[in-house]
């Protein structure tokens, strides 16, 4: 059965840094995209950051410039980069994996608290 385990989440204070991984297993299978979503309090879930199987990206604008996803595909883990970051980016970190011919999959979430 597919796992996604997240972690890197914390508490920092604004201007700070965390390094989100999100790694598979259960496998086998293939990945194709993966990417990052957050849902704060009282609010949807949004999309972050996207990667395909060919490593290009994409951000929603709130983020570009301070945000990073990058992929390691031998090690089935995505990761999120987040610099400068501010108290609005304050919310439950998800990832999801699209697996080829399996479906999508949720990690469970991690928080990420930004304090001013």
């Known amino acids: 059965q597919v796992q996604l385990v997240e972690s890197g989440g914390g508490l920092v204070q604004a201007g700070g840094s965390l390094r989100l991984s999100c790694a598979a297993s259960?496998?086998?299978?293939?990945?194709?995209?993966m990417g990052w979503y957050r849902q704060a309090p009282g609010k949807q879930r949004e999309l972050v950051a996207t990667i395909t199987s060919g490593a290009s990206t994409r951000y929603t604008d709130s983020v570009k410039g301070r945000f990073t996803i990058s992929r390691d595909t031998a090690r089935n883990t995505v990761y999120l980069q987040m610099n400068s970051l501010k108290p609005e980016d304050t919310a439950v970190y998800y990832c999801?994996?699209?697996?080829?011919?399996?479906?999508?999959?949720w990690g469970q979430g991690t928080q990420v608290t930004v304090s001013s």
């Open positions: 999801k994996m699209d697996m080829y011919k399996i479906g999508d999959y």
């Open positions: 259960g496998g086998p299978y293939v990945i194709n995209g």
